[in-house]
């Protein structure tokens, strides 16, 4: 007897929870201030409020009810939060993904009315940290005056060099770049510059920065690289090289979409003592003139970093030596590139870059005893979102790791996102119309001591690449 009434209380409460769902299911009880508020406040309203890069702010009911069909359109389609990556074989710092059940919720509350529910049960908005994402900077420098960007024309290459009047060598965790008119700016890279000579090319020059900023990190390239005569060489058949950001002296940099990142504990650049911040922006023009006045924190580290840390990049300088040449009306043009990790590293970050008509982005490593990890998965190239994606921990890579990047691209009519209409054929360059593509694996050695070998492998890799071009073009 107790047990029968045991068990129909059971029944009862499984009876109820039954009734609950289905009332939720028909959407009664989904309200704003209960479900859909917390959800945007977290996940939304850091980029939709004023001064941000969204075209509109979501921070209360109103601005998410105004525009509700369409947030449950772009939150199903995993358009909004903006995140390219899909999940992979490891897991991302500040990965902006909706949950299944988020989705599932905001889903409902679009389609049953939209309710606000009770408004005293509304969370509060989150604090931001007003203006810089990373807090207060230790140091924030401004170009002195405005590059002025006219409504068309071509893609622009502007560089601009900061004094940043250090007294001491410093080391850097993080820069933040605020772009003053987000709709042209596409992306900058950042270099410290010791020499005085960007200062001196952006005093010479007549427009505030300086142009021909490829040649100022062709130049780079070139020393790096020891390619000497034969960097000249290759700008024959590439436009004066590439914005190589991953050579000595960079800072990092940002594009589009990309939030600002602190390196890890313990890593840090070097920032030369009386060196100037070079800033090489990359402009697409909007349709209408606008002026660039970008901002610029820069955040210390207390002490000298303990370790040293390199990127990969797949294949080497933005592809600049993969060949690429796609036809119109290719579906699926591919390029690919290995390179085997000569020494233990442990990888804290990666990225990718292609332009317009990019459409999948491969990263995958096999481990020595065949383990296969996706390091980076992007099925949905989008140009507008170039992220720096750090890996939540450490992941360690062994010696005899097989790095393997493959890069598609859809040259089709299909494609939505093809700024040529009818398409045309496509080859490697600067200009946004152009393409570029390559993968970055960022790193350390696992022990400080292998990092020389690390580096000379990167840069053997580099120069197989342009040898290899150089050969195939001659022929
Ligand atoms: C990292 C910054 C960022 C975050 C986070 C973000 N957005 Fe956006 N959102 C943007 C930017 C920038 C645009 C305008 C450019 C674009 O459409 O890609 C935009 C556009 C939109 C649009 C208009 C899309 C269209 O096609 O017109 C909607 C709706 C939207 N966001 C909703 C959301 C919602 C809902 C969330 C949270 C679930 C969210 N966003 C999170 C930056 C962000």
Not at 389 to 406: E, I, M, S
């Amino acid at each position: 007897m107790k047990i029968r009434i045991l068990v129909s209380i059971f029944a009862l409460g499984a009876l109820s929870l039954a009734l609950y769902g289905g009332q939720r299911a028909e959407g009664g009880s989904v309200t704003f201030a209960d479900h859909v508020a917390p959800i945007i406040f977290n996940n939304c309203t850091s980029c939709h409020r004023p001064g941000e890069a969204a075209p509109f702010v979501l921070m209360n009911y109103a601005d998410v009810q105004k525009r509700g069909k369409l947030i449950a359109a772009v939150t199903q389609s995993r358009q909004m939060p903006p995140w390219k990556a899909d999940a992979g074989d490891v897991e991302f710092k500040h990965e902006r993904r909706l949950t299944a059940a988020q989705i599932e919720t905001i889903q409902r509350w679009a389609a049953t009315g939209m309710h606000e529910g009770n408004p005293a049960k509304l969370p509060p908005l989150p604090k931001f940290a007003d203006g810089w994402q990373l807090g207060k900077p230790d140091l924030i420098v401004k170009m002195s005056e405005a590059f002025t960007v006219p409504a068309d024309g071509p893609d622009i290459y502007q560089n601009f060099a900061l004094p940043l009047n250090l007294p001491e060598d410093k080391w850097v965790r993080a820069i933040e770049f605020r772009p003053g008119a987000r709709t042209v700016v596409h992306h900058s890279l950042f270099f410290s510059d010791a020499t005085g000579e960007a200062r001196k090319l952006d005093a010479a020059d007549p427009q505030p920065g300086f142009s021909g900023g490829m040649a100022f990190t062709g130049q780079r390239f070139a020393a790096r690289f020891g390619l000497g005569g034969q960097a000249n060489d290759a700008s024959a058949t590439n436009p004066g090289a590439s914005p190589t950001g991953s050579l000595g002296g960079s800072l990092g940099g940002w594009a589009v979409g990309a939030q600002a990142r602190v390196m890890p504990e313990g890593l840090a650049y070097f920032l030369p003592k009386g060196s100037d911040l070079v800033l090489a922006s990359h402009f697409h023009p909007s349709g209408k003139v606008e002026k660039e006045i970008s901002t610029v924190g820069v955040y210390f580290a207390d002490k000298p970093p303990t370790k040293a840390f390199t990127g990969i990049q797949l294949p080497p300088l933005f592809g600049v030596f993969a060949g690429l040449d796609i036809p119109a009306g290719a579906k699926e043009y591919t390029i690919e590139d290995s390179f085997v990790l000569p020494v233990d590293v442990k990888a804290f970050g990666t990225g990718a870059h292609a332009h317009y008509i990019g459409k999948t982005m491969h990263l995958k490593a096999t481990l020595p005893n065949g383990q296969e990890k996706k390091l980076l998965w992007i099925n949905d190239w989008d140009f507008a979102w170039q992220d720096q994606y750090q890996f939540k921990d450490f992941v360690a890579l062994p010696k005899g790791t097989r790095l393997d990047v493959k890069i598609t691209y859809d040259n089709t009519a299909g494609n939505p996102r093809n700024p040529s209409s009818p398409p045309r054929r496509v080859k490697w360059g600067e200009g946004s119309f152009d393409e570029m593509g390559s993968m970055s694996l960022i790193v350390v050695a696992a022990n400080e001591a292998d990092m020389p070998a690390l580096q000379g492998a990167i840069r053997n890799h580099v120069r197989g690449a342009f040898t290899k071009r150089r050969s195939s073009a001659s022929r």
